[in-house]
């Protein structure tokens, strides 16, 4: 036992070193929306430093008690120290610290003897949502681990101080996601049950009205917040329930996993095999008990999880992705009741190692290809020295995958250069006019109506389409907002005679000037005639 605990904390840094290392090692750590969340943060800070930012007049603030905060305002305090792109990387090796400190502090509150059963948790650090630049959410996943250790803590022992630490991890775990703090409350009320059943918590005693108080006072003002959330994204009553088997096929296939490739596709099939076998060994090992356990509020939360996957739709109160969280939280509460419910010793090191070795193939395969698209953001960010501060900047955007030196497609499963020309706005009061996030209504910054870039300068299909759409004189003329540069990425000439492109890049080849291009040639700026 004591090489095979050794072993494992060795294993365990190892991993977290090959997580670390996916994120410092390239220039940039390519994603989707996290540019979007580096530029907010930076905007913010300029507007509460200054009353008379550039941004007040485009920007205004969303000071609602809404989700989908926490992030931002952790890179405001980290761009005080930092770079925006080293700052986003201390937020992610945030993450992934938080991650597995959840996970570890989790099992031990459990009482959890399987010195490998950490590894485990590793393969799960860098789910699709991470790449995605969902970073509300991947926080608030580890935020949810150290919500259930703490409840699970104030259980055994009910001091106040166990409930202030439980409402404190609520609290955060609400202001990252709504989802997980869903998830959060259903397990918190589905341990809180399994403990008074069990016997571990007495009814008789009364102790469990003392818990179920605590419980009440703690989830009630944020789910009142959440209920106003919901009614001003379009309220419950318009989700439509609609069974979707077809997601299974999904979950097996791990596709909530994937971060980049096809490539990831195979190992990642053979993995979900894993999962698949724990899944049922879990449920065969937990009917040979024969009472309720203290920990099957676990296994209550993951029959929610399969529930709501299977049921509720992907896109719901203005948000889109809803099946991949629920399938991620799916993997995550199989990891966690394989860690109570009483499997072999070798089994369950055994899916621990398989599992571990999973986790090494798929760095394996994801650096190259984070090094290849890091240095496409590098080319296409290379023209920023010819930005001059204080610049409205509209990005033209013509690949979301991304193209390599040789033209080569990089990313075939996320589409990771969305909103990479956001990190323009580390030029000092330089405007990105393609942030879309202040279109959602649910973070921290909004686009002031009458200068909205999506609803005035786009045109149909808009300015994220491929190819983009827009009327730039017209968006002059109607908001009287000049725009400066136009930057164009991986542009091919073919759209030049495309249908719904033809008319912007005559605008732009008439009106503006090349001013730089890239080694590349996949980056091209260009510069408003005087």
């Keep these: 036992m004591p090489n095979t605990e050794k072993i494992g904390k060795v294993l365990l840094w190892a991993g977290i070193v090959l997580c670390l290392l996916q994120v410092w090692l390239p220039q940039y750590y390519p994603n989707c929306d996290g540019p979007c969340h580096v530029s907010n943060a930076a905007i913010m800070s300029d507007m509460w430093a200054s009353g008379e930012s550039i941004y007040h007049r485009f920007y205004t603030f969303n000071y609602a008690s809404d ?16 770079s ?57 996943i580890a935020f949810y681990m150290l919500l259930m250790a703490a409840w699970l803590s104030y259980l055994e022992r009910r001091r106040w101080q166990g409930a202030v630490v439980y409402f404190v991890y609520l609290l955060l775990t609400y202001f990252s996601h709504p989802v997980s703090f869903v998830f959060g409350c259903v397990s918190s009320v589905a341990l809180g049950m399994t403990y008074v059943l069990s016997g571990q918590m007495p ?38 329930i609609k069974f979707a088997p077809g997601r299974l096929g999904d979950l097996v296939a ?90 072999p010793v070798q089994m369950q090191r055994g899916s621990a ?16 290809i984070v090094y290849k698209a890091s240095d496409a953001i590098a080319d296409h960010m290379s023209a920023a020295g010819h930005i001059k501060p204080g610049a ?75 190819p983009p759409a827009a009327a730039i004189e017209e968006y002059r003329q109607k908001t009287g907002i000049v725009v400066n540069n136009v930057l164009m990425m991986n542009f091919d000439p073919v759209y030049r005679q495309h249908e719904t492109a033809k008319a912007l890049v005559a605008e732009v080849e008439r009106d503006y000037h090349i001013v730089y291009t890239s080694p590349t040639g996949r980056t091209i700026l260009y510069e408003r005639n005087r």
């Design 203 to 240: 009814a008789r005693t009364g102790e469990w009205r003392k818990a179920l108080l605590v419980l009440v006072l703690s989830i009630t003002p944020f789910v009142l917040m959440l209920q106003r959330f919901a009614d001003n994204m379009g309220g419950l009553q318009e989700i439509k």
């Design 84 to 140: 925006n792109v080293v700052a986003e990387k201390v937020l992610l090796t945030i993450y992934v610290l938080m991650m597995m400190t959840g996970a570890i502090r989790l099992l031990r509150q459990m009482g959890n003897n399987a010195p490998l059963w950490p590894l485990a948790f590793l393969m799960l650090i860098f789910h699709n949502a991470v790449p995605q630049g969902f970073y509300n959410f991947s926080f608030s």
């Design 353 to 368: 190692v398989l599992l571990y070795a999973a986790f090494v193939v798929m760095f394996l395969i994801r650096m190259p």
């Design 392 to 466: 409205v900047v509209l990005p033209l955007n013509y690949d979301t995958w991304g193209r390599d030196r040789e033209g080569k497609v990089i990313c075939s499963r996320n589409n990771i250069f969305c909103h990479m020309a956001q990190y323009l706005t580390a030029i000092p009061h330089t405007l990105v006019l393609d942030n879309y996030e202040a279109n959602t209504g649910y973070f921290p910054l909004n686009w002031r109506p009458e200068l909205d870039p999506f609803v005035h300068l786009a045109r149909w299909p808009g300015l994220q389409a491929i």
């Design 254 to 343: 791990l596709k909530y996993l994937i971060n980049y490739s096809h490539k990831e596709e195979d190992v990642l099939i053979g993995t979900g095999i894993v999962f698949a076998i724990l899944l049922l060994l879990a449920v065969v090992y937990r009917c040979r008990i024969k009472v309720i356990h203290k920990y099957d509020g676990f296994l209550l939360s993951l029959l929610f999880a399969f529930a709501v996957f299977l049921l509720l739709p992907d896109s719901m109160l203005h948000g889109g992705y809803f099946a991949l969280r629920a399938g991620i939280f799916i993997l995550l509460l199989l990891c966690i009741c394989c860690a109570y419910i009483p499997l």
């Design 67 to 82: 989700p989908n905060w926490l992030t931002e305002l952790l890179l405001v305090a980290l761009q005080y120290a930092f």
